[in-house]
């Protein structure tokens, strides 16, 4: 599936925030795999797409998880968080993301 397939508006759209955590940083040393935070309504083929057009990197595979919101309690006003989806987006051998570089160009 190539990114032609896909509207670029909606592509811009699809990849909301890299997941920047202590499992992110250890998933990404260990399977070559990066952890965005996406819209819920993406796909997997828009994904690829999607990291692809914006980092012009090759992507092997990409798996998702839906993130179920946390319940919290402010006094006695209990409130849930939004529930989110994550994607594991998987690099080609020998292709990385370095972010610092990506947001200055």
Excluded: H
Excluded at 63 to 89: D, H, I, L, T
């Amino acid at each position: 599936m190539s990114t032609q397939q896909f509207s670029q508006e909606r592509l811009m759209k699809v990849l909301l925030a890299p997941q920047i955590s202590e499992k992110a940083t250890f998933v990404a040393d260990k399977n070559e795999q990066v952890i965005f935070r996406v819209a819920p309504d993406a796909t997997k083929p828009e994904i690829k797409a999607a990291v692809e057009m914006m980092f012009k990197v090759s992507v092997d595979t990409v798996q998702v998880a839906n993130v179920k919101g946390k319940v919290k309690r402010m006094g006695r006003f209990v409130g849930r968080r939004n529930n989110w989806k994550k994607a594991y987006v998987c690099l080609a051998a020998g292709q990385e993301i370095n972010f610092a570089a990506s947001e200055q160009g």
